[in-house]
């Protein structure tokens, strides 16, 4: 895993460096001109509007020049005053979780990773450090909904009216987007809302996007996944299941794409989660506390180097990440290619059968997963190794639970793995 990464690292907090905004110099120019006899409603300082009083002629602000004259560079500076982010590639081990992660970057559609360990392993550090690898997606321009151009599936009502109206779309290109799910959110801000009053007033549909709406063709993460209430984790099931996000208020129906990779965290000693949710994600990784004592000394010294000048250690790893986020890209461009012997499909099928699992989507996971490795080593055809590493995180969580069992589910699974494989 080492190989495939291009270094190691641990988990522990991520983002950019705070530079201060005094240290920018804005330009602003004016020209103020008395128009005598006529009203104006707002003054205007610094291109802010204040209520004023009417019937006075005011002073009115005609030009205002900034620094930041277009939405490139207005982004650009929100992104450099993000908080900062610990870099992916400075992680030390947790090699299982960082390897799952990536694979569902590479392809989304293994249906995301359950994260459960220790706390203080660095679990959100490491999803949250994703932020930097993910990739620039099409998206049609103005969208709430992040639609793709191109996937009739992933486009929003609107657009879809566009197209067949004949209208061109105006399209760009972003970063796949990271949307946190706080457990307090209430189902209204995941879900989105109609605003009934205009609904009744004017006519129209009038809707206010949720969480699910921004997570499109994104990630939507949920720390402390076992503790989220049960009516979130029961709208977080019906998107993942369909795919689409149906809000039903005052018989007004509206429905919106809602595609995502589901990433979860958490402790099993604080609770375990439903299994209904547990087996929508395609992944299941397992983080235990680093035993070694140099290890431990290793990601004590690197946190506290962070600590003291986040940007400084993030500038240390900039060739680090970029060389694994060309590693994603070419992954990701190359995956349609990769190809699955039928034989290992057969074994792959006779393993989920032989451990009981239940339904089919053990053995599409694997699959997909093995493609995704495979690609990421930067090979067109999968070998019985790369089945080897992804399947017990792809039907670890999938096994049926038996009390007496002491033995871990992971190694069950290698052990059937070679008894059919050999």
Avoid at 387 to 393: D, E, G, Q, W
């Amino acid at each position: 895993m080492a190989s495939v990464l291009g270094t190691s690292s641990t988990a522990i907090l991520a983002s950019r460096s705070l530079s201060s905004p005094s240290s920018r110099p804005t330009t602003i120019s004016s020209s103020l001109s008395l128009i005598p006899g006529q009203s104006y409603g707002k003054r205007f300082y610094g291109g802010f509007g204040i209520e004023s009083k009417k019937g006075r002629s005011q002073f009115a602000v005609t030009n205002v020049a900034t620094e930041i004259n277009s939405v490139e560079q207005a982004q650009k500076l929100f992104k450099e005053n993000q908080r900062p982010v610990y870099p992916f590639t400075a992680i030390v081990g947790q090699e299982e979780m960082k390897l799952c992660l990536l694979l569902n970057v590479i392809d989304p559609k293994i249906g995301g990773v359950m994260i459960m360990g220790d706390r203080g392993t660095g679990k959100s550090t490491t999803v949250r450090s994703l932020v930097d690898l993910l990739p620039e997606i099409k998206v049609v321009a103005g969208d709430p909904y992040n639609s793709d151009p191109e996937d009739p599936e992933s486009m929003g009502v609107e657009v879809r009216e566009s197209i067949v109206n004949g209208k061109e779309l105006s399209i760009t290109m972003t970063k796949i987007n990271m949307v946190d799910l706080p457990l307090g959110a209430t189902e209204d801000r995941v879900c989105g809302t109609i605003d009934i009053e205009k609904a009744l007033t004017e006519g129209v549909k009038a809707f206010e996007p949720g969480l699910l709406a921004k997570a499109n063709r994104g990630i939507l993460y949920v720390d402390e996944v076992n503790l989220l209430d049960d009516h979130l984790v029961d709208v977080l099931l019906d998107s993942a299941a369909s795919g689409w996000n149906t809000v039903e208020r005052e018989g007004i129906s509206i429905s919106h794409p809602a595609r995502f990779i589901l990433i979860g965290s958490g402790n099993p000693e604080e609770g375990e989660l439903r299994p209904q949710l547990l087996d929508r994600f395609g992944m299941h990784a397992q983080v235990g506390t680093v035993r070694d004592a140099e290890l431990r000394v290793k990601i004590v010294e690197e946190r506290s180097r962070f600590d003291k000048n986040p940007k400084e250690f993030r500038n240390s790893y900039i060739a680090e990440q970029e060389k694994l986020q060309q590693q994603i890209d070419s992954a990701r461009s190359s995956l349609s290619s990769v190809q699955i012997d039928r034989e290992l499909k057969v074994k792959i099928s006779k393993v989920c059968s032989e451990l009981n699992v239940d339904g089919l989507r053990g053995d599409i996971v694997i699959n997909r997963a093995a493609k995704a490795l495979a690609s990421l080593k930067g090979r067109d055809s999968v070998t019985a190794e790369d089945i080897a590493t992804v399947i017990p995180n792809c039907l670890r969580h999938r096994l049926r639970k038996d009390p007496l069992e002491s033995i871990d589910s992971g190694l069950l699974v290698i052990e059937k793995f070679y008894e059919v494989f050999t």
